[in-house]
């Protein structure tokens, strides 16, 4: 007699149980493998990139892919308008949107949990200020936000970090505050009062580590937010400014060439697309790993 017989679980809700599991951790593998990837190549993009990303042929513009220069390499995935080749400037583009994702969430989430976290303990006027901000915020488009910040301050690589991190800490701060309004109740953290515990102890030791799966969870789905951000801004010309390559930018570039040079916009568009499935896979499996209300 099987386990799931034992327990009283009909065979059928069982197998589609095991299938469900099964899903779930190729999708997990899937997500590991494809972010492992795109980081090593992030990495090691100088030792990989087989030209430099910033290079200019005018001589070699639009070659298609597999164009093989009489020096050199071939240009596995074409070149650009401007004969830059287009596999080191998707690899290169690795970079600098992992940076800005991994920076701009560490970012919003020190803050969003900080603010979550006093906000929800504390309560009074303090969590008053914290919300109705938070309210104000959510209310104004965050690309809005993000396009008038770069248009007053000019677009640079710090500031689109911290215009994203603007953006997203909301997401963070309401989070956290649910999760400690319901943990602050818990009697643990009543007798961590009764025996004296400070306050800075009890959210540290208590209620933060609490939080923290559905912060990792929440992180993980922002990372692939704040990717998908960056090369928005970069599309319109108001993310990281050029020559550095960045898909957004690559995208943007091909939109006039679509018809002769299909490669141009394909290329940046296709990492751009693996990348946000890796994010997603992962998100969904570290939401198995870590939330106990979703391990069927």
């Not at 164009?67 to 240009?75: I, L, Q």
């Not at 949107?97 to 020190?110: D, I, N, P, R, Y």
């Not at 943007?252 to 994010?279: C, E, H, K, S």
């Amino acid at each position: 007699m099987s386990l799931a017989e034992a327990v009283g679980v009909p065979a059928r809700l069982s197998g589609r149980v095991g299938r469900t599991r099964a899903g779930r951790s190729k999708r997990g593998v899937i997500g590991v493998v494809i972010i492992g990837v795109v980081v090593m190549a992030a990495v090691f993009a100088d030792q990989i990139a087989p030209y430099d990303p910033i290079r200019t042929s005018l001589a070699d513009r639009l070659r298609p892919p597999g164009f093989t220069p009489e020096a050199g390499p071939a240009h596995l995935f074409g070149t650009d308008q401007l004969g830059r080749d287009l596999l080191s400037r998707v690899i290169h583009g690795a970079r600098i949107s992992l940076l800005v994702g991994f920076v701009s969430v560490a970012l919003a989430g020190a803050v969003g949990v900080g603010l979550g976290l006093t906000s929800g303990y504390y309560g009074g006027m303090w969590d008053q200020i914290t919300m109705r901000w938070v309210d104000v915020q959510l209310a104004f488009p965050s690309v809005v936000l993000a396009i008038a910040v770069l248009a007053i301050f000019g677009n640079s690589f710090i500031n689109v970090i911290v215009v994203l991190a603007m953006a997203s800490w909301v997401v963070y701060a309401r989070l956290v505050r649910g999760l400690t309004l319901s943990i602050r109740e818990k009697e643990y953290v009543e007798g961590a009062r009764a025996i004296g515990c400070r306050d800075s102890r009890i959210l540290a030791r208590y209620i933060l580590p609490n939080a923290l799966p559905a912060i990792v969870v929440i992180a993980t789905y922002q990372f692939a937010v704040m990717i998908i951000a960056e090369s928005g801004l970069s599309f319109l010309g108001l993310g990281v400014p050029p020559p550095a390559p960045t898909w957004g930018a690559g995208i943007n570039a091909g939109r006039d060439y679509l018809a002769q040079a299909w490669w141009v916009t394909t290329f940046p568009g296709l990492a751009l697309m693996i990348t946000i499935m890796g994010a997603t896979f992962l998100g969904d499996w570290a939401r198995e790993a870590l939330d106990p209300t979703v391990r069927v």
